[in-house]
T-cell receptor, first 114, second 112 residues
Framework: GNSVTQMEGPVTLSEEAFLTINCTYT??????LFWYVQYPGEGLQLLLK?????DKGSNKGFEATYRKETTSFHLEKGSVQVSDSAVYFC?????????????FGKGTTLSVSS | EADIYQTPRYLVIGTGKKITLECSQT?????MYWYQQDPGMELHLIHY???????EKGDLSSESTVSRIRTEHFPLTLESARPSHTSQYLC???????????FGPGTRLTVT
């Protein structure tokens, strides 16, 4: 079945450091891939998405590239800020099953200190 | 910005009480979902709906029930709350032709 594996946290960084959060997936066919972010006390917000191989999703300085050959969708940011502290979820959606829910990874907590 | 609402945001209730968590969206989305989020932050799908009068159980077994009488409304009910039900409950919706889900702010439930 489809699944998502992302690196375990917590990830602790200083402000302006480089961020990578690894995400790999197992899926039949060609899934769409997402990164969601959850700030303390809030629901999930879509951060970025990619719907086909080699697509790069980007938003708010975050980027992730859909790599079919390595089944990966790693999240990166060149210079993190304290305000980026949150929980990040990698997720996939099976395009052959438009009605089904997303499949989420377990989440990675990011803590950025000044 | 997504228009999906959940009430209450926080609820503390005693064991044995009946509770209903409300979820409403104004985007006209057919599909709606309930997730339970454990303290380790992992999300588990507990219910979903494809449209009015459609409800299905998710991957995680739950003692809660849901209903979908109107497109915009997807309430979740616990007939008799127990401490094991203490969790964060997140509601989400998406349109028929989209793979992107929109989430509400969540309800944090504590059963004492």
């Amino acid at each position: 079945g489809n699944s998502v594996t992302q690196m375990e946290g917590p990830v602790t960084l200083s402000e302006e450091a480089f961020l990578t959060i690894n995400c790999t997936y197992t899926a039949t066919g060609y899934p769409s891939l997402f990164w969601y972010v959850q700030y303390p006390g809030e629901g999930l917000q879509l951060l970025l998405k990619a719907t086909k191989a080699d697509d790069k999703g980007s938003n708010k300085g975050f980027e992730a590239t859909y790599r079919k050959e390595t089944t990966s969708f790693h999240l990166e940011k060149g210079s993190v800020q304290v305000s980026d502290s949150a929980v990040y979820f990698c997720a996939l959606s099976d395009p052959s099953k438009a009605g089904t829910a997303l499949i989420f990874g377990k989440g990675t907590t990011l803590s950025v200190s000044s | 910005e997504a228009d999906i609402y959940q009430t209450p945001r926080y609820l503390v209730i005693g064991t044995g009480k009946k509770i209903t968590l409300e979820c409403s969206q104004t985007m006209g989305h057919d599909k709606m979902y309930w997730y339970q989020q454990d303290p380790g932050m992992e999300l588990h799908l507990i219910h979903y709906s494809y449209g009015v009068n459609s409800t299905e159980k998710g991957d995680l077994s739950s003692e809660s029930t849901v209903s979908r009488i109107r497109t915009e409304h997807f309430p979740l009910t616990l007939e008799s709350a127990r401490p094991s039900h203490t969790s964060q409950y997140l509601c989400a919706s998406k349109g028929w032709d989209s793979y992107e889900q929109y989430f509400g702010p969540g309800t944090r439930l504590t059963v004492t």
